[in-house]
C-alpha cells in the first residue's frame, strides 16, 4: 500500500511535454521548406495566365503582408514559446472562444494546404510516370504521417536537407534562365483585357505560398533558444521566399508568354527546365518539385498535429488527442487525425487545385488577421508572465498595416471559398457553445483588458459623470397619490427646484392587489389617461407654469413604497418630497407607505401635513441641534426666499418658565439660561448660513409649546424626532404629535446624514 501511493504521487508530479530539439536552420527549413512548394512549383504558370507579368506584384503583395504579420507573430512567438502558434496567441489573446474557433481554422488551413500540397505532388508524379494524381497524393500523405509519427528531430533533420536541396535546384534554375529571359514577354505589364482585376483574384489563391513562417511558431515549444531563433526564422524564412519567388516567376514570364495556353499547367516549370537544359533539366526540377510538395506537406501535417494537441491540453478538444506516444514522445493520436483529414480532401476535393489553395489561405488570413490584433492587446494588457524579448518594430503601424492587409485580400476571395471557410467557422462556434462553454476555465488578454482598461474607467466615468450630473441638475422626487394634496406638494417642490435649480420626477404609484396582473393594472391606467386627465398630466402643467422642467411616470406595482425607493435608488435624489393626508398618530403612521420610505430611504425627505401653502409670511423652524434641525433651517431659507417669507428659529428648553420665578435670582438664571439657548441657536444659524430671528421659550411640554407659537405662523418646518425609541413608540414623537395638533401646515424633515 505505501509503494502504491508512492508510486500514485510519483505520477502526478510528472510532467510530460515535448523536448526543445530544433535549431535555427531546422526551423528556418520549415518555414521555407514550406513555402517553397506549390508557390514555385505548381501555381506561377496558372495564376500568370489569370493575371499577366502583373502577377509579380501579387506575389510582392503577399510577400509585404507576411512580413508585417511574421513582425507580429514573432513578438507573440517570443512572449509565448509554447506549442500551437497561431492558435495559442488567439486563445491567450481573445480566450476560449475565439481560441477555439481560431484553432480549428489554423488546423483546417494547415489540412486544405496538406492536400494541396499533395496534389501538387501527385502532378508532378503523374507527369513522369502517368499515374493517378490523387492515388499518388494519398500514398505520399500516409507516408509523411508516419514520419511525423517517428519525432520531431528526424522531421526537423529531414526539412533541413530538403531546403537545401530546393535552394540549389532553384538558383540553378534562375541563374540559367536570366540570360534567355526575354523582356518584351512582360509587356504590358498588366494586360488591358484582364487589367487590375488579375493581380486582385490571384491574392487569395498566392497566399498559400506563405503559410510557412507562421507554422515555425506553431511548433515553437521545440525550437532551441527561442529568444534568438524565433525572431530570425520567421522573418528570415520570409525574406528568403520573397526573393526566390520573385527571381523565378520572372524567369518563368521572360521564357512563355502569359497568354500561353501551356503556360496555365501545374508542370510549368518543368517544361521550362526541359526547353533550357534538357532531358537533365526536367529531371533536375521534376526531383525539385517532388521535394518541394512533400516538404510542404511534411511541414503542415507537422504544424497541424501540433496545434491539435495545445488544442486537446487546453481541453478545446478532446481529451483524446493529448496524448503522447510512450516510446516517439510525439502527440500520434493528433497526427493520426491530421492525416487522415488529409486523406479525405484529397479524395472529394483533389481535382480542384485551386479551391483547396483559396480556403487554406483565407482560414490563414482570418487568423493572421487577429494575431496582429493580438500583438497590440497583449502590449496594453500587461500580463505578469507575458515578457516578449522581441518587440515589433514601428509598432502600432506594423500590426495595423498588416491587419489592413489581411482585410484586403479575405474581400477578394471567391464566393465558394468563402462559404466554405465561414461554414468551418460557424461549426467551431457550434462546437463550442456546445461542448466547451462551460467547460473551460481559460480567460483571454482581451477579457481582462476589457474589463481592467475599459468597462472599469468607463464605469468610473460614468459614476462621475452622473454624480456630476447629479451635482449640476439636482432631482426632487414627488410621489403623487391624492389630487387633494397634489397642488401643495407642487408648490412646496416647484419653489424648492427654482432655489436649488434642479428638476422635478413627478411619479404616480398604481397600486394593484396581488391577485391583479401587473399588465392588467397598465391598461386600466392607460384607459384612464384617454378618459380624464391624470394626476401626472396635472402636475407637469402646473411645473411647467411655474417654469420647472419636469418628468413624469406612472408605475404599476404591488407595493407603494417599494416603487419608490426604487425609483429614489434610480434617481438618487436630493430631497423626496411626500404628503400626508389625514391625523398623525404613530400607530397608525406604522402602517403607511410615508413611514414605510421614512425608515428605509437613504436620502433627505421631506412629509407634508398639507393645511394650505397659498400665503406663506411667516415660517417658524424648532432649532435643538442635530443632521435634521439643520436641513430644515437650509429648506426654510429656500422656502422663504420663493414666497418672501420671514423665519424664526425656535429653541425649547425645558422647565416652568419666567412665570414660576419668585425671587430676583430666580428671574436672573432663567435670563442666563434663555441667553445660553439663544447663543447656542446663533452658532447653529452661522454654522448653517441662515439669516433668521431668534426666539427661546421655556416650557415643560416642547410639542405644547410649539403649538401655542405656531400660532402666528403660517409654516412649521420641524426635524425628525431623536427620542429615545421606547417613548417614541409609547407617546409618539414630538413633529408627529405637532402636526396633529397644530392650524399651520407642517413640514417634517429627515436628514439622511
Same mark, same amino acid.
Given at each position: 500500500?505505501?509503494?502504491?501511493?508512492?508510486?500514485?504521487?510519483?505520477?502526478?508530479?510528472?510532467?510530460?511535454?515535448?523536448?526543445r530539439?530544433?535549431?535555427?536552420?531546422?526551423?528556418?527549413?520549415?518555414?521555407?521548406?514550406?513555402?517553397?512548394?506549390a508557390?514555385?512549383?505548381?501555381?506561377?504558370?496558372?495564376?500568370?495566365?489569370?493575371?499577366?507579368?502583373?502577377?509579380l506584384?501579387?506575389?510582392?503583395?503577399?510577400?509585404?503582408?507576411?512580413?508585417?504579420?511574421?513582425?507580429?507573430?514573432?513578438?507573440?512567438?517570443?512572449?509565448?514559446?509554447?506549442?500551437?502558434?497561431?492558435?495559442?496567441?488567439?486563445v491567450?489573446?481573445?480566450?476560449?472562444?475565439?481560441?477555439?474557433?481560431?484553432?480549428?481554422s489554423?488546423?483546417?488551413?494547415?489540412v486544405?494546404?496538406?492536400?494541396?500540397?499533395?496534389?501538387?505532388?501527385?502532378h508532378?508524379?503523374?507527369?513522369a510516370?502517368?499515374?493517378?494524381?490523387?492515388?499518388?497524393?494519398?500514398?505520399?500523405?500516409?507516408?509523411?504521417?508516419?514520419?511525423?509519427?517517428?519525432?520531431?528531430?528526424?522531421?526537423g533533420?529531414?526539412?533541413?536537407?530538403?531546403?537545401?536541396?530546393?535552394?540549389?535546384?532553384?538558383?540553378?534554375?534562375?541563374?540559367?534562365?536570366?540570360?534567355?529571359?526575354?523582356?518584351?514577354?512582360?509587356?504590358?505589364?498588366?494586360?488591358?483585357?484582364?487589367?487590375?482585376?488579375?493581380?486582385?483574384?490571384?491574392?487569395?489563391?498566392l497566399?498559400?505560398?506563405?503559410m510557412?513562417?507562421?507554422?515555425?511558431s506553431?511548433?515553437?515549444?521545440?525550437?532551441?533558444?527561442p529568444?534568438?531563433?524565433?525572431?530570425?526564422?520567421?522573418?528570415?524564412?520570409?525574406?528568403?521566399?520573397?526573393?526566390?519567388y520573385?527571381?523565378?516567376?520572372?524567369?518563368?514570364l521572360?521564357l512563355?508568354?502569359?497568354?500561353?495556353?501551356s503556360?496555365?499547367?501545374?508542370?510549368?516549370?518543368m517544361?521550362?527546365?526541359?526547353?533550357?537544359?534538357?532531358?537533365?533539366?526536367?529531371?533536375?526540377?521534376?526531383?525539385?518539385?517532388?521535394?518541394?510538395?512533400?516538404?510542404?506537406?511534411?511541414?503542415?501535417v507537422?504544424a497541424a498535429?501540433?496545434?491539435?494537441?495545445?488544442?486537446?491540453r487546453?481541453?478545446?478538444?478532446?481529451d483524446?488527442?493529448?496524448?503522447?506516444?510512450?516510446r516517439f514522445?510525439?502527440?500520434?493520436?493528433?497526427?493520426?487525425?491530421?492525416?487522415?483529414?488529409?486523406?479525405?480532401?484529397?479524395?472529394?476535393?483533389?481535382?480542384?487545385?485551386?479551391?483547396?489553395?483559396?480556403?487554406a489561405?483565407?482560414?490563414?488570413?482570418?487568423?493572421?488577421?487577429?494575431?496582429?490584433?493580438?500583438c497590440?492587446?497583449?502590449?496594453?494588457?500587461?500580463?505578469?508572465?507575458y515578457?516578449?524579448?522581441?518587440?515589433?518594430?514601428?509598432?502600432?503601424v506594423?500590426?495595423?498595416?498588416?491587419?489592413?492587409?489581411?482585410?484586403?485580400?479575405?474581400?477578394?476571395?471567391?464566393?465558394i471559398?468563402?462559404?466554405?471557410?465561414?461554414?468551418?467557422?460557424?461549426?467551431?462556434?457550434?462546437w463550442?457553445?456546445?461542448?466547451?462553454?462551460?467547460?473551460t476555465?481559460?480567460?483571454g488578454?482581451s477579457?481582462?483588458?476589457?474589463k481592467?482598461?475599459?468597462?472599469?474607467?468607463?464605469?468610473?466615468?460614468?459614476?462621475?459623470?452622473?454624480?456630476t450630473?447629479?451635482?449640476?441638475v439636482?432631482? /426632487?422626487? !414627488? *410621489?403623487?397619490?391624492?389630487?387633494?394634496?397634489?397642488?401643495?406638494? =407642487?408648490? @412646496?417642490?416647484?419653489? +424648492? $427646484?427654482?432655489?436649488?435649480?434642479?428638476?422635478?420626477?413627478?411619479?404616480?404609484?398604481?397600486?394593484?392587489?396581488?391577485?391583479?396582473?401587473?399588465?392588467?393594472?397598465?391598461?386600466?391606467?392607460?384607459k384612464?389617461?384617454?378618459?380624464?386627465?391624470?394626476?401626472l398630466?396635472?402636475?407637469?402643467?402646473?411645473?411647467?407654469?411655474?417654469?420647472?422642467?419636469?418628468?413624469?411616470?406612472?408605475?404599476?406595482?404591488?407595493?407603494?413604497?417599494?416603487?419608490?425607493?426604487?425609483?429614489?435608488?434610480?434617481?438618487?435624489?436630493?430631497?423626496?418630497i411626500?404628503?400626508w393626508?389625514?391625523?398623525?398618530?404613530?400607530?397608525?403612521?406604522?402602517?403607511?407607505?410615508?413611514?414605510?420610505?421614512?425608515?428605509?430611504?437613504?436620502?433627505?425627505?421631506?412629509?407634508?401635513?398639507?393645511?394650505?401653502?397659498?400665503?406663506?409670511?411667516? /415660517?417658524? !423652524? *424648532?432649532?435643538?441641534?442635530?443632521?435634521?434641525?439643520?436641513?430644515? =433651517?437650509? @429648506?426654510?431659507?429656500? +422656502? $422663504?426666499?420663493e414666497?418672501n417669507a420671514?423665519?424664526?428659529?425656535?429653541?425649547?428648553?425645558?422647565?416652568?418658565?419666567?412665570?414660576?420665578?419668585?425671587?430676583?435670582?430666580?428671574?436672573q438664571s432663567?435670563?442666563?439660561?434663555?441667553?445660553?439657548?439663544?447663543?447656542?441657536?446663533?452658532?447653529?444659524?452661522?454654522?448653517?448660513g441662515?439669516?433668521?430671528?431668534?426666539e427661546?421659550v421655556i416650557?415643560?411640554?416642547?410639542?405644547?409649546a410649539?403649538?401655542?407659537?405656531?400660532?402666528?405662523?403660517?409654516?412649521?418646518?420641524?426635524?425628525?424626532?431623536?427620542?429615545?425609541?421606547?417613548?417614541?413608540?409609547?407617546?409618539?414623537?414630538?413633529?408627529?404629535?405637532?402636526?396633529?395638533?397644530?392650524?399651520?401646515?407642517?413640514?417634517?424633515?429627515r436628514s439622511?446624514?
Amino acid at each position: 500500500m505505501a509503494k502504491a501511493r508512492k508510486d500514485k504521487a510519483a505520477n502526478e508530479n510528472q510532467k510530460i511535454s515535448l523536448s526543445r530539439d530544433l535549431g535555427f536552420f531546422a526551423a528556418l527549413s520549415v518555414g521555407v521548406g514550406t513555402m517553397i512548394g506549390a508557390g514555385i512549383f505548381v501555381l506561377p504558370g496558372i495564376v500568370a495566365n489569370m493575371a499577366g507579368p502583373a502577377v509579380l506584384l501579387s506575389f510582392a503583395i503577399c510577400g509585404l503582408i507576411a512580413v508585417l504579420i511574421a513582425l507580429c507573430m514573432a513578438e507573440l512567438s517570443t512572449g509565448m514559446p509554447y506549442a500551437g502558434g497561431g492558435y495559442l496567441f488567439m486563445v491567450r489573446a481573445f480566450g476560449p472562444l475565439v481560441g477555439t474557433i481560431m484553432g480549428w481554422s489554423l488546423w483546417l488551413s494547415l489540412v486544405f494546404a496538406s492536400a494541396f500540397y499533395m496534389i501538387g505532388f501527385g502532378h508532378y508524379v503523374s507527369d513522369a510516370l502517368g499515374v493517378s494524381p490523387t492515388v499518388i497524393a494519398l500514398v505520399i500523405t500516409a507516408s509523411l504521417g508516419l514520419l511525423n509519427f517517428i519525432g520531431a528531430k528526424e522531421t526537423g533533420g529531414t526539412q533541413t536537407v530538403i531546403v537545401g536541396v530546393l535552394l540549389f535546384i532553384l538558383v540553378a534554375f534562375v541563374s540559367r534562365s536570366l540570360f534567355s529571359v526575354d523582356l518584351q514577354k512582360l509587356t504590358p505589364f498588366i494586360p488591358p483585357e484582364i487589367g487590375y482585376t488579375g493581380i486582385l483574384v490571384t491574392l487569395p489563391i498566392l497566399f498559400i505560398t506563405f503559410m510557412g513562417f507562421a507554422e515555425i511558431s506553431a511548433i515553437s515549444e521545440e525550437i532551441r533558444n527561442p529568444k534568438k531563433n524565433l525572431p530570425l526564422s520567421l522573418v528570415g524564412s520570409v525574406v528568403i521566399v520573397i526573393v526566390l519567388y520573385c527571381a523565378v516567376v520572372f524567369c518563368i514570364l521572360g521564357l512563355r508568354n502569359y497568354a500561353d495556353p501551356s503556360m496555365a499547367k501545374e508542370t510549368v516549370l518543368m517544361d521550362l527546365a526541359r526547353q533550357l537544359m534538357g532531358n537533365g533539366g526536367y529531371i533536375l526540377v521534376l526531383f525539385g518539385g517532388i521535394l518541394a510538395t512533400v516538404s510542404s506537406a511534411n511541414a503542415s501535417v507537422l504544424a497541424a498535429s501540433r496545434v491539435n494537441f495545445a488544442m486537446g491540453r487546453d481541453q478545446l478538444m478532446p481529451d483524446w488527442l493529448n496524448q503522447i506516444h510512450s516510446r516517439f514522445k510525439t502527440p500520434y493520436r493528433s497526427i493520426a487525425a491530421t492525416t487522415g483529414l488529409t486523406m479525405l480532401l484529397l479524395v472529394l476535393l483533389g481535382g480542384h487545385l485551386k479551391l483547396l489553395a483559396e480556403v487554406a489561405g483565407f482560414l490563414s488570413l482570418v487568423l493572421y488577421s487577429l494575431i496582429t490584433l493580438a500583438c497590440i492587446i497583449m502590449r496594453h494588457a500587461r500580463l505578469d508572465w507575458y515578457k516578449p524579448n522581441f518587440r515589433t518594430p514601428g509598432y502600432p503601424v506594423v500590426p495595423l498595416l498588416g491587419l489592413v492587409g489581411c482585410i484586403f485580400v479575405i474581400v477578394n476571395t471567391s464566393r465558394i471559398s468563402l462559404i466554405i471557410g465561414n461554414l468551418i467557422i460557424a461549426t467551431s462556434f457550434v462546437w463550442y457553445m456546445l461542448f466547451l462553454r462551460r467547460g473551460t476555465q481559460l480567460v483571454g488578454a482581451s477579457n481582462i483588458l476589457w474589463k481592467d482598461k475599459v468597462m472599469k474607467p468607463l464605469m468610473v466615468r460614468a459614476k462621475e459623470y452622473l454624480a456630476t450630473r447629479r451635482e449640476e441638475v439636482p432631482v /426632487i422626487l !414627488v *410621489p403623487l397619490a391624492n389630487p387633494d394634496t397634489e397642488y401643495s406638494l =407642487l408648490m @412646496l417642490s416647484t419653489a +424648492l $427646484a427654482k432655489r436649488n435649480k434642479a428638476h422635478l420626477q413627478l411619479i404616480h404609484v398604481v397600486d394593484v392587489p396581488g391577485q391583479t396582473p401587473l399588465e392588467a393594472g397598465s391598461l386600466e391606467y392607460e384607459k384612464q389617461r384617454w378618459e380624464e386627465k391624470t394626476l401626472l398630466e396635472t402636475a407637469s402643467y402646473h411645473a411647467a407654469e411655474q417654469g420647472v422642467r419636469a418628468r413624469a411616470t406612472a408605475i404599476v406595482a404591488r407595493s407603494v413604497s417599494s416603487a419608490i425607493l426604487s425609483i429614489a435608488e434610480m434617481e438618487q435624489p436630493g430631497y423626496i418630497i411626500m404628503g400626508w393626508k389625514g391625523d398623525v398618530r404613530m400607530s397608525r403612521a406604522r402602517r403607511t407607505n410615508v413611514a414605510d420610505v421614512l425608515k428605509i430611504a437613504r436620502g433627505n425627505v421631506l412629509v407634508l401635513k398639507d393645511r394650505g401653502l397659498q400665503d406663506i409670511r411667516r /415660517i417658524i !423652524v *424648532p432649532v435643538s441641534g442635530g443632521a435634521h434641525a439643520r436641513l430644515g =433651517l437650509r @429648506l426654510a431659507q429656500d +422656502l $422663504a426666499a420663493e414666497w418672501n417669507a420671514s423665519i424664526t428659529a425656535l429653541n425649547i428648553q425645558i422647565g416652568r418658565g419666567p412665570a414660576a420665578a419668585h425671587t430676583e435670582f430666580d428671574r436672573q438664571s432663567i435670563q442666563l439660561f434663555q441667553d445660553k439657548a439663544k447663543e447656542f441657536v446663533n452658532d447653529t444659524l452661522d454654522d448653517v448660513g441662515v439669516s433668521a430671528e431668534v426666539e427661546v421659550v421655556i416650557n415643560t411640554d416642547i410639542a405644547r409649546a410649539i403649538t401655542k407659537v405656531s400660532r402666528k405662523n403660517d409654516l412649521i418646518v420641524i426635524g425628525a424626532s431623536e427620542e429615545w425609541a421606547l417613548r417614541r413608540w409609547l407617546f409618539g414623537s414630538i413633529p408627529d404629535k405637532v402636526a396633529d395638533q397644530v392650524e399651520a401646515s407642517v413640514l417634517m424633515v429627515r436628514s439622511k446624514t
